[in-house]
């Protein structure tokens, strides 16, 4: 599975942005895919996740009710739109895939493939 992350950019404080991440190659239905990202200096974090087949999804409590993860099925692409955005969401966004459909989606290690990430950046 290839992966190629899209859509960062520089926005204000309390605006909008939609990421995408395009897969190639088959998508089960038990596959997890994932939202991570990483601000210079700091360690890559959980932002959101979803499984491929019944769409459940999972979030960070740091962006609960502000961002949304889904999917297209048809596309094999996963988005994650990010609103009321903050100053502190600054970071490379990467996409990622679980083949495994581990109950652990919000760690690292359970995501085999990787998108070679997007920034973001949020003004104040």
């Known amino acids: 599975v290839q992966l190629q992350a899209s859509g960062g950019g520089l926005v204000q404080a309390g605006g909008s942005l939609r990421l995408s991440c395009a897969a190639s190659?088959?998508?089960?239905?038990?596959?997890?895919m994932g939202w991570f990202r990483q601000a210079p200096g700091k360690e890559r974090e959980f932002v959101a996740a979803?499984?491929?087949?019944?769409?459940?999804?999972y979030y960070a409590d740091s962006v609960k009710g502000r961002f949304t993860i889904s999917r297209d099925n048809v596309k094999n692409t996963v988005y994650l739109q990010m609103s009321g955005l903050k100053p502190e969401d600054t970071s490379v966004y990467y996409c990622a895939v679980d083949p495994y459909g581990s109950r652990w989606y919000t760690r690292i290690v359970s995501y085999k493939y990787w998108g070679q990430g997007t920034q973001v950046t949020v003004s104040s």
């Open positions: 979803l499984n491929w087949g019944g769409g459940t999804t």
């Open positions: 190659g088959r998508i089960y239905n038990n596959y997890g």
